[in-house]
Structure formats: structure tokens, C-alpha cells
């Protein structure tokens, strides 16, 4: 069976919809596929349900470390192999309507200026195909539409931005680290496309409950408020629980079909224009799976990354009134452009307002406690007392793109017959420097007045962040889309999300793969 439209858009999520809401809004005709189905978001599996759509028990949902039991319930759980242990990439996304912008925290942060031109500026990497001057427009485009709240009036701000809504009042936690960690660490108020006006408005009502699920609504979601108009246009197709399994292409260079699993049949849908708007990793697999032109092929996958994390556990020696108000409203971003950027990596200091590794109320603490400390009468008491002056502190590091670094295609299948990604990660020189680094961080903030304890929780790659693989830039010899995000080889082919970045830079970034995405539709080479 073979179906025909103007536009076929692969994925749901952020991406997806907005392309969607584009071309809907133009009177084309639209087909949306997505290999998930209805989207939940639980806090007890088998009672929490929160879509219009109709759901099903073999929903698609989140990867399989996101809750306990999370297999019971849910059979199409995402997965990846990795090559090596150390700094692993472990897959942390989902399938399902809205994809990954379901379930993300808000952070709305723009990548540096800087970002664009890490080689020119400090000697690595590759800068990307346009600065910072030209993607502006855009990203003040997607505050907009995600109704950003944010900062005005910062000093040393490396952004002009026209949020909607004002920053999330600092918390008293807040308050108290920014005091004793200066001046190294400069603690301000952090963007979120939450909306922070009163709850009869549709505000945060301080649930901490965001990505999970958010009762009030008022974190953006693209399922929840631009889906829901696009739907009804009588334009627009949405095909859910169907993979795509491959693009086909044709010998003059463009892409003929996709192919797609409906039910148990195979079915060919044809359109003028093809987005890729899965996320990074589906993107990549789709592209691995599908007959490509061989000098596209080879530079698919290379260049892959995501952020480093290290978190710490920090106890001070006063109460912080932990858990109150948002589960995070402020970080440390004046180290993003610090002045040994030409040896060590970007990174930033993100400020939790609880220790979340034990968790975010004295009950939770308590119980974890008992738990994972295995402690127990008076210790247990005076650990869950010390838990009111704990608190989690986040670093978030850039990690080199470099072409060893790279995702391909597993030896072993998922459920519809399709190998799993394969990730090769390894930190590179500077990415170790930049570790050892944080390392002296933590010693400095051990060391300083008012800070009783720091201990190193953990560290790895961000799992919900994956970027590169299909780098953008201007020659198609090292590239694979071009400043627009369309392919070089396939030219009615727009391949969206994080894998066109070129640099991580050291921030959440949704609101450049969105801003990246209003770009690609602003191409003049598009037209029906």
C-alpha cells in the first residue's frame, strides 16, 4: 500500500510539531508518523494517564532505568549498546506522542555565542556553518512559543533575551550557596519554558513533578499545546505505532518514500518534502538502515556526543529548608566562557533545591536513608536532620566532537527486525582535562567557609542529550546538511534535531534544536 503527500514528518516530539504547525498552517497536506503511541506519565504506572489519545497497555514509554518496574508494564522500551563502559551513553529518551519534549525539565537555556566558533576563538573543534547573530531571531522565536520565564537585568548575561514571563523567584537554598560559594561560582536565576504566573493562569504550582508530568500544565509540551489544533485540521494525518524503518531514495537524488510497519504490513508513504524529526539517535538509526548515496552514508554517525555530568551531594553547615518551590531554579553559567577555554572545556554548576540522590523531602530522605545508607537509630535520625543542609550540585561539561566518537548499528534487533544503535564514546584529552579540572572544583568547594561535606555521587554523559552524527556545515565531503539542516546529497530531505550540532557547548539543548528547527523552515529553497 502506498500513500501520497506533501509533507512526511518522522517523530512527534518538538521537532516534528513544529514543522507540523508550519506547513498545516500553509494548507499543505501533512503526514506525522510516530512509532509510539498515546503518551503516559506516571507516578503509579497502572492508574496515570494523562492524553486524549487512546491508549493501549503496550504503550511505548520511557528507557528502562526511568522508574522501578517500568518492564511490567511497557514492552518497547528504548535501548542502545554501548562499546565501552567508562562514560557510556545510556539511551534515556522514549517513543510515544510528543517524544522526548513530553518529558523534559523546561531548562531553556541558548548555546553561548562562543559556542558557534570554539576553533576560530580557542582551538578546537569545528565552528559551525552561521554565528550566533544569525540563529538569535530564532531562539527569541522559541521563547515565545514555549512561554520562557526568565532573568532581566543580570549582570554579565551573555544573552539579550525577550522572555515572556519573568525567573522563578531564587529559593533561600539559593541564597545561602550563592554566599558561600563566590566568588568562583556566580549562582543566578535559570530559564525554563515553565510558565511562572499565578496557578489560575496556568502557572507552576510547584509540583515537583515536572518531568514526569506537570499537573498545571504549565511546562511546554508539544503533544499538549501545539498538537492539539494541528489535529484538527482536516490537512493532517497522524499514523502512531508505526516505525519507520527506512527512507528510500531515488538515482536523481531525493528521497522517493519512506517505508513504514502498520500493524504487521509494510506500507510506502510518498511526499514532496521529508523531515527526519525523530530524535538524534532514531534519526541515525533510520539513515544507518536505509540505501543512502555512499559519500553520505560513511559520514553518518561521526562526530557523536552529549554532554558530561558529575554530581555531587554538598552539606552545609546551616539548614537550607530543602524542597521548596521548583526542583531546580538557579546555576552557575559564569564559568561557560571561563578563561582557560583554549585548553579545558565549557561547563556550568546547576543548583538543585534538595539532594535529589537521597531524595526531596525529609520523608524521602528518611526512607532512602534507611535504604541506601543501610543506617539506623540515632545515625539514621542525625543523617535525616543533616538532610535539610543537603543538596545537589550538578556539573555539566561540553565533551569534544570528534569523529571517534561515532553511533552505528548494532548486531543486535529490536522487536520490528531493526539492529539497536551502537554508541562509541570516549572522552578525548581535553575532555579528561576538563574533568580533572572539576575535580579541583570540588576541592574548592570542599575548602570553603560554611560547606561541611562534599561528596561525588556519580558521573557520565547526559543520556537524554545525544548530538552529532549528521554535523551541518558547507561542504558536503565533512558534512551532512547544510546552515539550513537539508541534506546535501538528498535535497527534498531536512534532517532536524540535535545531531546537526557541531559543538555541545555546556547547556540544555532544546531550545537550539527548536530554534535550529524554525531555521530549516525559513529555507527559501521550499516550496510545494
Not at 554566599?179 to 519554558?193: D, G, M, N, Y
Not at 510547584?206 to 511546562?219: D, E, M, Q
Request: overall charge positive; aromatic content about 10%; glycine content about 8%.
Amino acid at each position: 500500500m502506498t500513500s501520497s503527500y506533501d509533507i512526511c514528518i518522522v517523530g512527534s516530539g518538538i521537532t516534528g510539531t513544529l514543522t507540523a504547525e508550519h506547513f498545516v498552517r500553509q494548507g499543505a497536506k501533512v503526514v506525522m508518523i510516530e512509532r509510539g503511541r498515546g503518551m503516559y506519565l506516571p507516578d503509579k504506572p497502572e492508574e496515570y494517564w494523562f492524553e486524549d489519545w487512546k491508549v493501549i497497555s503496550e504503550n511505548p514509554l520511557l528507557t528502562k532505568n526511568t522508574w522501578q518496574g517500568a518492564e511490567k508494564y511497557f514492552d518497547d522500551l528504548v535501548e542502545i549498546e554501548n562499546e565501552r563502559r567508562e562514560f557510556a551513553f545510556h539511551y534515556n529518551m522514549k517513543y510515544g506522542i510528543g517524544g522526548s519534549g513530553a518529558v523534559w525539565s523546561g531548562a531553556s537555556w541558548r548555546l553561548t555565542p562562543e559556542d558557534f566558533r570554539t576553533r576560530t576563538l580557542f582551538g578546537y573543534g569545528t565552528d559551525w556553518p552561521f554565528g550566533y547573530d544569525e540563529i538569535s531571531p530564532y531562539y527569541d522565536r522559541v521563547e515565545e512559543i514555549f512561554f520562557t520565564s526568565g532573568p532581566k537585568n543580570i549582570k554579565n548575561w551573555p544573552w539579550k533575551n525577550k522572555y515572556k514571563y519573568p525567573a522563578f523567584k531564587q529559593s533561600y537554598l539559593d541564597k545561602v550557596v550563592a554566599r558561600h560559594l563566590a566568588p568562583e561560582f556566580v549562582i543566578t536565576p535559570s530559564p525554563f519554558s515553565v510558565k511562572n504566573t499565578h496557578p489560575l493562569d496556568g502557572g507552576c504550582v510547584g509540583a515537583k513533578t515536572c518531568v514526569r508530568r506537570c499537573p498545571a500544565n504549565a511546562r511546554f509540551r508539544p503533544d499538549l499545546h501545539l498538537l492539539p489544533s494541528i489535529v484538527k485540521n482536516k490537512n493532517f494525518t497522524l499514523l502512531i505505532g508505526s516505525p519507520c524503518l527506512s527512507i528510500n531514495t531515488v538515482r536523481s537524488g531525493k528521497v522517493d518514500s519512506v517505508t513504514i510497519l502498520r500493524g504487521d504490513k509494510l506500507e510506502k508513504i510518498r511526499a514532496k518534502l521529508f523531515f527526519l524529526a525523530a530524535n538524534t539517535i532514531e534519526n541515525q538509526r533510520i539513515l544507518l538502515n536505509s540505501p543512502l548515496p555512499p559519500e553520505m552514508k560513511k559520514l553518518i554517525g561521526s562526530g557523536f556526543a552529549s554532554h558530561g555530568t558529575m554530581v555531587l551531594s554538598i552539606t552545609m553547615n546551616e539548614p537550607l529548608f530543602v524542597g521548596r518551590g521548583r526542583p531546580t531554579t538557579s546555576s552557575a553559567i559564569n564559568t561557560l566562557n571561563h578563561p582557560l577555554r583554549s585548553k579545558i572545556n565549557s561547563y556550568m554548576l546547576e543548583i538543585w533545591n534538595a539532594d535529589f540522590t537521597i531524595g526531596s523531602s525529609p520523608h524521602a530522605a528518611f526512607l532512602n536513608i534507611r535504604k541506601k545508607e543501610r543506617q539506623w537509630g540515632k545515625t539514621l535520625f542525625q543523617k535525616t536532620l543533616d538532610a535539610d543542609s543537603r543538596f545537589a550540585g550538578v556539573f555539566i561539561f561540553e565533551v569534544e566532537m570528534n569523529n571517534a566518537n561515532k553511533i552505528s548499528l548494532s548486531s543486535v534487533k529490536d522487536r520490528y527486525g531493526r539492529p539497536f544503535a551502537r554508541a562509541r564514546v570516549a572522552l578525548s584529552k581535553r575532555d579528561r582535562k576538563t574533568f580533572e579540572h572539576l575535580g579541583k572544583m570540588v576541592e574548592l568547594i570542599k575548602n570553603k567557609p560554611g560547606v561541611k561535606e562534599v561528596q561525588v555521587k556519580g558521573y557520565g554523559l547526559n543520556g537524554n542529550h545525544p548530538l552529532g552524527g549528521y554535523r551541518a556545515g558547507l561542504d558536503p565531503s565533512s558534512s551532512v546538511v547544510d546552515p539550513w539542516m537539508r541534506s546535501h546529497h538528498l535535497k527534498n530531505l531536512y534532517i532536524l534535531g540535535g545531531g546537526a550540532f557541531n559543538s555541545t557547548g555546556a547547556l540544555n539543548p532544546t531550545h537550539t534544536i527548536a530554534a535550529l528547527t524554525l531555521k530549516a523552515l525559513d529555507d527559501r529553497r521550499i516550496y510545494l
